[in-house]
């Protein structure tokens, strides 16, 4: 668990929902997290599968819990940014998982669906979706405010006009996108980075799984590759969400407390930063 600025804590590994469309897919996955030990639920509008989430949500009991057990993240389209437009849709993210509360909702990302990532609306939309979330927040129906892809220049500019601070940033971070001055930025400003893609995504699992450095590393602490890689961010102090769709992953990728990764090693890992980005790119949204 990681301690949020608002007092409220944040379970550090979580399972990712990203391309689970399948009803069945995503209810047996996520009730087999749940068997396992997850306590965080990661989905997004986007991912067109709040539904089948909340229909596991709403029999929590058969898992031995409680809602205020779990910790579930929405986010918040590209499609939906902007005052009103987004309170609609977080309403309907509400209504689709089942429950009385969210406990984090995210803006998905900087910019608006249909817009040149020049142009200022962005960033006035972005604000006013901001303004949304506090208002829902004040009601109770979402428990914490977060954003996600958001750079430094994103996040200055909503430190100066929110009224309640964002709680989590969630951004691409594995060893070859440590975004070290993203994370210490966030870190100074008590907002908890939550890692996305910590095995590169589709695109960039071959990559990452077959580093050198990373395999060297699994080997010499009898570990996998993806949990190198989970547990490399934990030490960063960030949350991973790894997704898999595939129940025997899940295990694996939930038990990564009985090794640490020794401070020369996590240096060689740092090291295999190239900038690189499997997923989109924020930095040019103004
Ligand atoms: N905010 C954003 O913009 C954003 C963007 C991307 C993702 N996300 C969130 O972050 C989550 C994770 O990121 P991601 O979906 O890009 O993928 P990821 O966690 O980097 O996983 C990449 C792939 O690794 C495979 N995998 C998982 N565990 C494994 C294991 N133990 N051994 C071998 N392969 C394994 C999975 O395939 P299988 O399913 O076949 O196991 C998955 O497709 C998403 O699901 C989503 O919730 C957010």
């Known amino acids: ?10 379970p550090a590994i979580g399972l990712g929902t990203y391309l689970i469309k399948d009803r069945d897919v995503c209810k047996q ?11 965080l639920i990661d989905t997004a509008n986007a991912y067109q599968n709040e539904e089948y989430i909340g229909e596991v949500i709403e029999n929590l009991h058969e898992f031995g819990l409680k809602r205020d057990d779990v ?12 005052r009103g437009k987004c309170r609609t849709a ?11 509360y969210v406990d ?9 669906r249909g817009l040149d990532q020049s142009d200022p609306k962005n960033s006035e939309l972005r604000k006013g979706s901001y303004q949304d979330l506090e208002d829902l927040h004040s009601e109770g129906l979402i428990k914490s405010i977060g ?3 958001y750079m430094i220049k994103h996040m200055e500019e909503l430190l100066n006009h929110c009224k309640v601070l964002p709680t989590v940033n969630q951004v691409e971070f594995h060893p070859l996108l440590y975004q070290k001055e993203l994370l210490e930025y966030c870190e100074g400003k008590g907002v908890v980075i939550q890692a996305y893609s910590s095995l590169g995504a589709v695109k960039g699992w071959q990559i990452l799984s077959q580093n ?14 993806p949990q190198i890689l989970l547990k490399w961010g934990l030490q960063h ?28 090693d996590m240096a060689l890992i740092d090291a295999l930063n190239s900038n690189t980005r499997f997923c989109w790119d924020p930095n040019n949204i103004v």
Not at 29 to 39: D, P
């Open 212 to 225: 050198e450095t990373l395999i060297k590393v699994a080997k010499k602490y009898e570990r996998s590759v």
């Open 237 to 264: 102090n960030v949350c991973v969400i790894p997704k898999t769709s595939r129940v025997e992953n899940l295990k694996p990728n939930f038990e990564l407390y009985d090794f640490e990764i020794s401070k020369e």
């Open 29 to 39: 996955i996520v009730a087999q997290s749940l068997r396992t030990g997850y306590r």
């Open 1 to 10: 668990m990681l301690s949020l600025n608002n007092g409220l804590k944040i």
């Open 147 to 149: 954003v996600s892809n």
């Open 71 to 82: 910790f579930i993240t929405t986010k918040l389209n590209t499609s939906d940014q902007g």
């Open 90 to 100: 977080v309403l309907e993210s509400i209504a689709k998982l089942r429950t009385p």
């Open 104 to 112: 984090l909702v995210l803006i998905h990302w900087p910019g608006v």
